[in-house]
């Protein structure tokens, strides 16, 4: 059974730091593209960061660009998301897929997510 188990989010002020974590299981991770995604209240589900198998390439949303660092360890089944410098508009819960042609696996069950408040 294919898994992920997101955590790290939590209440932080603007400019802050936070670090991601997500926890696959039921696949081989390191064969897949991985992809971090995030849903603001009353928006759509969005694309924020996704890396390639080894983690050579990674790329972003353009609204975290420079802020934002997707890792990941495969001898762990962990992908992370760094968070830099972040923003009111940051606040969403984020949550990890696995990736085939650019698009979620259609089998696969979003996981509960990892509320990322920012405020003062």
């Known amino acids: 059974q294919v898994q992920f188990v997101e955590s790290g989010g939590e209440l932080v002020q603007p400019g802050g730091s936070l670090r991601l974590s997500c926890a696959a299981s039921?696949?081989?991770?390191?064969?897949?593209?991985m992809t971090w995604y995030r849903q603001a209240p009353g928006k759509e589900r969005e694309l924020v960061a996704t890396i390639t198998l080894t983690g050579r390439i990674t790329n972003y949303a353009d609204s975290v660009k420079g802020r934002f660092t997707i890792t990941r360890d495969n001898a762990k089944n962990t992908v992370y998301l760094q968070m830099n410098a972040l923003k009111p508009e940051d606040t969403a819960v984020y949550y990890c897929?696995?990736?085939?042609?650019?698009?979620?696996?259609?089998?696969?069950?979003w996981g509960q997510g990892t509320q990322v408040t920012v405020s003062s």
């Open positions: 039921g696949f081989t991770f390191s064969n897949y593209v």
């Open positions: 897929m696995r990736s085939v042609g650019g698009k979620p696996v259609p089998s696969d069950s």
